[in-house]
């Protein structure tokens, strides 16, 4: 569990540095700077680690938030559900119901798997081998899970709004 310390300053910089690493992944400059509005020397400067980006600075403050034991992980799925709200801006609602049927479904089931893993999780009576193919188990279907959960979270959103929008214009279904 986290402890309430302050964030290092080397540490600080390794993650602003990293950052920049992965700003420079994201794009060319220009296109990141048309994408958020602002100009190309920012973004090169973002890019190059002269300026800290916001992406850095977010980095900076979820680990800092960790560090004093707060639950940074909100914030981060937070970040998730809007990249994938972006990504599905122009499904219908149609579309949306499908799509929150399937991940709802499917998320069912990836908690079906992770349970049975769960449940017969026993550390002192596993051998490492054992225990080593157990944990990757509960890994690889937690992580499936959780990315299953971002999606139907997003959809759900997405649904909400599509249906508060329709019943605005006076177009509501049943009661």
């Not at 540095?17 to 992965?22: G, L, M, N, Q, V």
């Not at 893993?117 to 890994?139: K, R, V």
Request: proline share 2%; net charge positive; with cysteine.
């Amino acid at each position: 569990m986290a402890t309430a310390t302050a964030l290092d300053r080397r540490w600080a910089d390794g993650i602003r540095e990293r950052a920049s690493f992965w700003q420079r992944q994201i794009g060319p400059t220009k296109k990141q700077a048309r994408a958020t509005g602002k100009s190309v020397r920012l973004k090169q400067a973002e890019c190059s680690g002269e300026k800290p980006s916001s992406i850095a600075r977010a980095a900076v403050d979820i680990v800092a938030y960790e560090l004093a034991g707060l639950n940074a992980g909100l914030a981060i799925a937070f970040l998730m559900v809007e990249r994938q709200a972006a990504m599905m801006r122009e499904m219908d609602e149609a579309a949306l119901r499908a799509y929150v049927r399937d991940r709802s479904i499917q998320e069912t089931h990836a908690q079906g798997a992770l349970d049975v893993l769960q449940m017969t999780y026993d550390p002192d009576h596993m051998s490492d081998a054992e225990l080593l193919q157990h944990l990757a188990g509960i890994e690889e279907r937690a992580m499936r899970k959780m990315a299953l959960c971002g999606d139907l979270a997003t959809g759900a959103r997405l649904l909400r709004q599509e249906i508060e929008r329709r019943m605005s214009r006076g177009e509501g279904r049943g009661s």
